[in-house]
């Protein structure tokens, strides 16, 4: 996100973990507070809002990394273990998987669309039927941008 007068970057820390975060309203940064202590989020929304087209849009307007984690989460749904997708994504801290994971949120406000996940307990919590969308639109987006 480029600077502006309405963006706020804000470095948070929680027991020694760190995250680095920048966002137009209070919401960006809380979502990243919440990915980085793995507490509930606000519920997922229906899996109605999420369409191939939507979840297309959604892929194409993220980072590589956080594309990795969300194919990552789509495929171990409907509960991703936290730990597990940090560890395949060779992350050391929830701070890194936060940063990584921002730019979904940044990428669905910007397009209307709810959470595609939810963080619950130790997990990443996806409908089935929103998975499923996201397993293909991770997997024609990954290909596309030729990453493994």
Known sequence: MK?????VKATITVH???????????DDLAEAVRALL????SAVEGGGAYTPQTAGQLVQAIQDDALRM???IARDAPNANIDGVRDEMGLKTPSQAAGRLSSIGFARRALNLPKPYRPRGRTYEM?????????EATARELKRRGIK
């Open 38 to 41: 793995g507490s509930n989020g």
């Open 16 to 26: 020694g973990q760190s995250v680095t975060v920048e966002g137009e309203t209070g």
């Open 127 to 135: 409908r089935p039927d929103v998975a499923e969308i996201f397993r």
């Open 70 to 72: 969300l194919a990552i």
């Open 3 to 7: 600077g502006g007068e309405n963006v």
